[in-house]
């Protein structure tokens, strides 16, 4: 039962790298989130997807990427890290729109930009 | 657009105690509310999830309460303990959007 799981844990990059964070789901849901939450405040969604070859932006997607080729992965990109994009990014899914289903949320990835 | 509102920002109550944590929102055309746990440095945990169409959830010691024309739910947690202490933040689906919006949160702190 692992729900959805985000890899990795903790990373620090330096200004202006790249990097992939994972996220997977094994509940055949179709909508998967990523949200970041900044200290004190609460999440902010970045990009979302209804179904595989569907991605649109959410409140804040600058300086992200996305793409889902598959149900079960929503892998988020940054492309040029800056010290602003230091936060703690949340992967979301649930299984419909509208209907009974409420989100099942990941451990987060906390991410450093120094 | 839609806002959601929590208040108080932080509570610090003694063991025991009842307590009542508020969520408002600004647009009652919604799906759904849904109340999480946040652990320090931790993902987020659902506790309850009400639909628009219910007026209370419960589980356990939490009760969930939802007027959807007043823009309001309350989380009522019974006899409070230590181990309840963390980050509430609840959070509405909008009719229409495929999207969560939620609050800043609700930090509690119960002491022995």
């Not at chain 1, 997607?61 to 992965?73: A, C, F, I, L």
């Not at chain 2, 746990?37 to 628009?52: A, F, N, Y």
């Not at chain 2, 219910?54 to 009760?63: D, F, K, P, V, Y």
């Not at chain 2, 989380?75 to 689906?93: E, F, M, N």
């Amino acid at each position: 039962n692992a729900g959805v799981t985000q890899t990795p844990k903790f990373r620090i990059l330096k200004i202006g790298q790249s990097m992939t964070l994972q996220c997977t789901q094994d509940m055949n849901h179709n909508y998967m989130y990523w949200y970041r939450q900044d200290p004190g405040m609460g999440l902010k969604l970045i990009y979302y997807s209804v179904g595989a070859g569907i991605t649109d932006k959410g409140e804040v997607p600058n300086g992200y990427n996305v793409s889902r080729s598959t149900t079960e992965d929503f892998p988020l990109r940054l492309e040029l890290a800056a010290p602003s994009q230091t936060s703690v990014y949340f992967c979301a899914s649930t299984s419909e729109r509208g209907v009974n289903y409420g989100y099942t949320f990941g451990s987060g990835t906390r991410l450093t930009v120094v | 657009k839609q806002e959601v509102t929590q208040i108080p920002a932080a509570l610090s109550v003694p063991e025991g105690e009842n307590l009542v944590l508020n969520c408002s929102f600004t647009d009652s055309a919604i799906y759904n509310l849904q109340w999480f746990r946040q652990d320090p440095g931790k993902g987020l945990t659902s506790l309850l999830l009400i639909q628009s169409s219910q007026r209370e959830q419960t589980s356990g010691r939490l009760n969930a309460s939802l007027d959807k024309s007043s823009g309001r739910s309350t989380l009522y947690i019974a006899a409070s303990q230590p181990g309840d202490s963390a980050t509430y933040l609840c959070a509405v689906r909008p009719r229409g959007t495929d999207k969560l919006i939620f609050g800043t949160g609700t930090r509690l702190q119960v002491f022995p």
